[in-house]
């Protein structure tokens, strides 16, 4: 999975969990809540929608690494596993 | 009807489920105020109550601000810490409650330049920034009404109570003003002014508002007389909802302050030097009653935060600002429960001293779980909007039993009742037994009516109580235990969502037939907000389809009252009357007995 591919997934999740989102105009480097109406609840959806999609075992302690576009893709490159998802 | 449970109830309801926690004197850091619940309660007046208070000079009566503010911005506290706020950034801002005089000074006097008279409405639209404390105060001080909206609240719901309020001036910020305000702005047709809080100074704003920062620049600062108030003037204004109907405005009044400020050393333990931190968004009544009002009165420092959740942070501001007393809310703590308890190890928390809890039930995994992870357990306490302060709740020298409500203020009289079918009404002395809770009106913070409503509020009381709508059980030894709703309201993250509400923007798409919202329970929230939603002939229930529905009442509604889920169905069971039964969707949700469906009509 390219970097790309990451981002454009992790742009699909989050908007299964805020599909009022214009996706186009989310700034990479700023955090999601400051740039869209999501509450605790959507946060906490979108990290278990990560987990899900890229079978990554994310621990509470790390879910402030996964507040902006950039962060997740760097995250989720560091700890995804070589082996590609049954 | 079958029974109704939540989360909560599902836990079994008896004290001897989780043993007790002992409260003994030797472990007390600081003598509580309340040593004696029984000796407390037979001695307690609110007459007494009202003593600890100041009242305006000579005589002049009774005002919020002037109890928050100006009696300690006169004496010995002038110079003492107020609020600490803390910025999304860390950035922090102090005021004393002598800064605290000089702005909210100023709001009074932009307010009386722009002509807002005693009891019109002033509606506040923000985050949980400096300003939004201040023009509460400011408010207050010029006589109008204070009427907080919260900030993740989407266009609708704004839309809504400000009419139903009938707003005379708004206060909000650049941002929210561009997302939220701007397309409903002329639907509210008492709204002469918007005063609006720039992103950066001097920043270019919408036509038709005005600059906050700069009417407050040149506006005078010092002497602002509060006018005479009556105790009886309306003071507060706040927003809380029900299963049917529009949502409902509860009035409070200036007197309420007597009890916010007497349960705030009673249930919350308030001394000389502590600081406290309130999470809840003014937004709420607790924001309101418990962020704002009663930590100042009461001449203490409150912690403001700005940010929303985030468990690091938190344990860092309960560190590094030594807070002493934390209220907050069972969706907090069951997400910090989440984290684990390596995290707060980390952290020197040696300053806490008690704990509190509202919005929902708090299960008793959730007390267990922080006395033994912080040495100290969360204290439940239980009170509604329209109460307007705490009525029931554990104390610091009185032992918990986990997942008990624990027992009522000195000064409340609370009870289980039984309303029966011919209007009577029969108190359930019996312990273990499930009524209504219901109060014997005549508390200060007792909400005088819903705007506008007087048929709605009238329906609240019947045999000398206020019916509450919250079903509980009392042991026998006094301690009550919250069984459910009776209606259908949906407890969400601690914040009353009314099904209703969210039906009616649903139902203003093209393709939704007709659609049923509950709350569906959830593990962290309490409940979450589920749609069922029936489609017109000819639309296909398709996921793209779902996700526009989610669009659209997100957009409408913003992220705290949509629905999180949307289910769709070919049928929505109602009563033969048309009554969409709410509660059958809730127990097949949980699993549950349907219920006595022979009222259902079957399509």
């Known amino acids: 999975m390219t ?34 109406d999501i509450d605790s609840m959507d946060r906490l959806n979108f990290v278990i929608a990560l987990h899900k999609e890229f079978n990554v075992e994310i621990p509470e302690s790390d879910y402030s690494k996964l507040e902006t576009l950039d962060d997740c893709v760097s995250y989720l490159t560091s700890h995804m596993s070589p082996v590609p998802k049954a | 009807m079958a029974t109704h449970l939540t989360v909560a109830a599902a836990q079994p309801v008896l004290a001897t489920a989780h043993s007790v926690i002992h409260k003994r004197v030797e472990d007390w850091a600081v003598a509580p105020n309340l040593k004696d619940y029984s000796a407390t309660r037979s001695a307690f007046s609110w007459a007494a109550a009202l003593k600890e208070l100041d009242g305006l000079p000579d005589g002049q009566g009774l005002n919020i601000a002037h109890e928050a503010i100006d009696r300690h911005a006169c004496g010995p506290l002038r110079n003492h810490l107020a609020i600490r706020w803390i910025g999304k950034r860390g950035d922090v801002r102090d005021y004393t409650y002598g800064d605290l005089q000089i702005l909210t000074n100023r709001f009074a006097n932009v307010l009386k330049k722009l002509g807002a008279q005693k009891g019109d409405r002033v509606y506040v639209l923000a985050g949980r920034i400096p300003e939004l404390y201040i023009a509460a105060l ?118 309420a302050v007597v009890a916010h400020h007497i349960t705030g050393k009673l249930a919350l333990d308030f001394h000389a030097d502590d600081i406290f931190w309130c999470t809840a968004d003014p937004g709420w009544v607790t924001g309101t009653s418990y ?157 005088r009516g819903y705007w506008q409503e007087k048929e709605r509020y009238e329906k609240c009381f019947a045999g000398g109580f206020y019916f509450t709508g919250d079903l509980a059980k009392r042991d026998a030894d006094g301690y009550y235990w919250f069984v459910g709703r009776k209606d259908d309201v949906i407890k969400t993250s601690g914040h009353l969502i009314g099904p209703f509400e969210v039906e009616s923007v649903l139902l203003e798409h093209k393709a939704v037939a007709d659609s049923a919202v509950i709350g569906k329970p959830d593990p962290m929230a309490g409940e979450i907000v589920k749609a069922f939603v029936l489609l017109h002939e000819g639309r296909q229930p398709t996921d793209d389809l779902r996700r526009e529905l989610m669009a659209w009442a997100r957009s409408r509604l913003g992220a705290a009252v949509a629905p999180k889920e949307i289910e769709f169905v070919t049928t929505l069971p109602r009563t033969r009357s048309g009554k969409i039964m709410r509660r059958l969707l809730k127990n097949r949700e949980m699993g549950l007995p349907e219920g006595d469906t022979s009222t259902l009509e079957q399509s």
């Not at chain 2, 009404?145 to 609240?153: E, G, M, T």
């Not at chain 2, 609006?196 to 007389?225: C, K």
């Not at chain 2, 001449?299 to 590094?320: K, N, P, S």
């Not at chain 2, 709740?393 to 609370?414: E, H, Q």
Request: aromatic content about 8%; some cysteine; proline content about 9%.
């Open chain 1, 3 to 36: 970097s790309d591919d990451i981002k454009n997934t992790v742009l699909r999740l989050l908007g299964t969990v805020a599909p009022e989102a214009d996706l186009g105009r989310i700034k990479p480097g700023s955090r999601f809540r400051d740039q869209l």
């Open chain 2, 138 to 255: 400011g408010t207050l001080k010029q006589r109008c009404v204070f009427c907080p909206l919260f900030s993740a609240f989407g266009p609708q719901p704004i839309k809504a109570r400000m009419t139903i309020g009938g707003a005379k001036l708004l206060v909000t910020t650049q941002c929210l003003y561009e997302r939220k305000v701007r397309q409903i702005r002329n639907e509210v047709p008492t709204l002469e002014h918007v005063l609006i809080i720039p992103e950066e100074p001097g920043a270019e704003l919408p036509p038709g508002t005005e600059d906050l920062t700069r009417l407050m620049a040149a506006a005078p600062p010092e002497d602002f007389n509060i006018e005479p108030t009556d105790p009886q003037d309306v003071a507060l204004l706040h927003f809380t909802s029900g299963t049917t109907g529009t949502p409902k405005g509860a009035i409070h009044v200036h007197e």
């Open chain 2, 291 to 447: 962020g704002i009002i009663a930590p100042l009165t009461n001449g203490i420092t409150c912690i403001v935060d700005e940010e929303d959740f985030d468990a690091e942070r938190w344990y860092r501001i309960l560190q590094d600002q030594k807070v002493t007393v934390w209220y907050s809310a069972p969706t907090a703590i069951r997400m910090l429960m989440k984290t684990g308890k390596e995290l707060p190890a980390k952290y020197d928390l040696s300053s806490l001293r008690f704990l509190a809890s509202v919005g929902e039930p708090l299960n008793p995994e959730a007390v267990v779980w922080s006395h033994e992870t912080y040495g100290l357990p969360f204290h439940d306490n239980w009170w509604q909007t329209e109460t307007g302060g705490i009525m029931i709740a554990n104390f610091a020298a009185m032992d918990v039993r986990p997942g008990s409500m624990g027992k009522p203020l000195p000064g409340i009289d609370a009870a289980i009742v039984q309303k029966h079918k011919d209007g009577s009404v029969e108190e359930i002395v019996e312990p273990g037994v499930q009524g209504e809770i219901a109060l014997r009106p005549g508390w200060p913070s007792m909400f």
